[in-house]
């Protein structure tokens, strides 16, 4: 399903990635996206099952946003293992490895670029969703980019909510944000990005979800965006 009742009508075609540090908020953004009428693909290749606990922070019924058909592709093909030491074994274990962190963006095989190319446009993906993006972000050449962020305490919230994993301190939370932020940094050196604070939808909705359309050069209403707030506004 292409957005949501009433969204306007929108040529489709890849016209961003979205990414941000895990529990950023860029699944809420991404439904944000898919409400205005932009297609993440196929429900069938989205991670993530709907659940009552999802749809109330936020996420879509499609889950996590993640395409899997390119994430296993980017991840199947790299040496994970040599990169992370336990491997691509848990969905946030590489956010949290200053390791990781600290190693340079992977160098893109040719002959995936064009496979990705060919998912895209069979899914008719109109955005792409995926923290490990500043990784892999070699392989979306001159694709404007949407990067999510979120306040230390947030974060620190969101994750303990989601599964008890953080044994770490806020002080190496804080580390692994900044180290991610350097890798975001350079991935978006050069091309068209847009910095959206996930504490922003809850103060100002309304520019920025404006934020949102012009920089993506969507003609939504004025008035679907107030629509939207009734819905998908985060209470803080």
């Not at 999802?54 to 199947?76: A, C, V």
């Not at 946030?92 to 002959?111: H, K």
Request: proline residues 6%.
């Amino acid at each position: 399903m292409r957005g949501s009742v009433g969204s306007p009508k929108i040529e489709h075609g890849l016209k961003c990635v979205v990414t941000g540090f895990p529990k950023s908020g860029s699944s809420f953004v991404c439904s944000i996206l898919s409400a205005v009428g932009l297609h993440p693909g196929s429900a069938t290749f989205l991670k993530g099952n709907y659940t009552e606990a999802n749809h109330r922070t936020g996420q879509h019924k499609q889950g996590h946003y993640e395409y899997l058909p390119i994430r296993d592709l980017l991840t199947g093909n790299h040496d994970m293992q040599e990169i992370l030491p336990n491997g691509w074994a848990a969905v946030l274990d590489w956010a949290f490895n200053l390791e990781f962190l600290s190693r340079p963006a992977v160098e893109p095989i040719p002959q995936l670029q064009e496979v990705i190319q060919l998912i895209v446009s069979i899914g008719e993906l109109d955005f792409y969703r995926d923290g490990a993006f500043p990784i892999f972000h070699r392989y979306f050449p001159d694709i404007p980019v949407i990067v999510v962020t979120r306040d230390l305490a947030g974060l620190l919230e969101a994750n303990q909510e989601w599964e008890p994993k953080l044994e770490l301190f806020p002080d190496d939370l804080n580390k692994c944000l900044q180290l991610y932020q350097h890798l975001v940094n350079q991935a978006i050196e050069g091309r068209r990005h847009l910095h959206l604070a996930y504490e922003d939808f809850a103060t100002d909705w309304y520019e920025t979800v404006k934020s949102i359309t012009t920089f993506l050069n969507l003609d939504v209403p004025d008035s679907f965006i107030c629509y939207l707030e009734r819905t998908w506004r985060p209470l803080g």
